[in-house]
């Protein structure tokens, strides 16, 4: 079992849809957990911070479930330009694991 | 204002050559890490340091050695590459307190032939 897993994907929405991803962590002793955007052969960039009580920055939504060990991040009144890979990334003294990510084509 | 620079961007290796890729960054941090990223997958990680004079192996750590001779610095080494090797390198950054973002350089792409 991968130590971080995410939705598979591919999503394909059409604009103004909301949209969310989980991402499972396996080690119940992680400390921090992020969103990461990552463009076409881009460097990811970071998106989100995950807080133990949640945390909203406008569109995005970012919570934690430590007792399921998952984290999930929403997207609302989704936009062309919020097309791109999500990736999760957990942090557990000082090594980062990343998922997979997960790929959202937004439509027109 | 440069944050994390890595170089090359891009190589192509004949298979069994060796090649050191350099990772720096400018913003004191302690961590910094190596990843590789193949199509369709995320970052796997392949070494990483907690600081100056550490090194740590990551997910994915065969076939490549590290050092952090300096703090600022992370060199990447492939002793014989291998067409296996052929991926797109990200190195990254981050402060010693837990929670705080990692800043990626903007890769390297290696092709091994």
């Known amino acids: 079992r991968k130590e971080v897993e995410q939705d598979p994907g591919p999503f394909n929405v059409p604009e103004g849809a909301t949209v969310a991803f989980n991402c499972t962590y396996s080690?119940?002793?992680?400390?921090?957990f992020f969103w990461y955007r990552q463009d076409c052969r881009k460097e990811p960039k970071l998106l989100m911070s995950?807080?133990?009580s949640g945390n909203e920055d406008g569109r995005f939504t970012a919570q934690l479930n430590r007792a399921s060990q998952y984290i999930s991040l929403l997207i609302r009144d989704s936009k062309l330009s919020d097309s791109a890979t999500y990736l999760c990334?957990?942090?557990?003294?000082?090594?980062?694991?990343f998922g997979d990510g997960t790929t959202l084509t937004v439509k027109p | 204002n440069a944050g994390v620079t890595q170089t090359p961007k891009f190589r192509v290796l004949k298979t069994g050559q060796s090649m050191t890729l350099l990772c720096a960054q400018d913003?004191?941090?302690?961590?910094m890490y190596w990843y590789r990223q193949d199509p369709g997958m995320g970052l796997r990680l392949i070494h990483y340091?907690?600081?100056?004079?550490?090194?740590a192996k990551g997910e994915v750590p065969d076939g490549y050695n590290v050092s952090r001779l300096k703090k600022q610095n992370f060199l990447l080494g492939l002793e014989s590459a291998a067409p296996s090797q052929t991926s797109v390198y990200f190195c990254?950054?981050?402060?010693?307190?837990?929670?705080?973002?990692?800043?990626f350089g903007q890769g390297t792409r290696l092709t091994v032939v």
């Open positions: 990254a950054s981050s402060t010693w307190t837990v929670g705080t973002e990692a800043f």
């Open positions: 080690n119940s002793a992680s400390q921090s």
């Open positions: 995950v807080y133990s």
């Open positions: 990334v957990v942090i557990n003294a000082g090594k980062s694991t």
């Open positions: 913003m004191n941090h302690e961590y």
């Open positions: 340091s907690v600081g100056e004079g550490t090194t």
